[in-house]
């Protein structure tokens, strides 16, 4: 199964946020991979919460297999696949500096 793998725009929660800019252009996603910061103030990591549609905003929690869904501290994460159009991370702690969230998506050729 031949993939291209592309970037996307950076997620980021700002210093003294918890929850991050939306990031959307992932309806071709076969597979999104979260690269997140080593700075997440929660020893959690960060929430991902997802939104069905290009321009809602009624972000719900992620689960997988009943279990909610979260990004730990520096490392890379594999969603898949990606049933929904918008994608955002929430810190329960204020952050104390800015976490950017890199992400790519592998699109099925």
């Avoid at 997440?40 to 909610?68: C, K, M, W």
Wanted: proline share 6%; charged share 10%; hydrophobic share 40%.
């Amino acid at each position: 199964m031949p993939l291209i793998v592309t970037g996307l725009p950076n997620a980021k929660i700002a210093s003294g946020g918890t929850t991050s800019n939306a990031v959307g252009l992932i309806d071709d996603a076969w597979g999104l991979t979260v690269y997140s910061p080593g700075t997440i103030t929660s020893t959690s990591g960060a929430q991902v919460q997802v939104e069905p549609t290009d321009t809602g905003t009624n972000f719900v929690i992620l689960q997988s297999g009943g279990i909610d869904v979260f990004v730990p501290q520096a490392r890379a994460t594999v969603i898949s696949p990606v049933p929904f159009r918008q994608i955002r991370f929430v810190s329960s702690q204020a952050e104390g500096q800015d976490d950017v969230f890199v992400l790519t998506k592998a699109i099925l050729t």
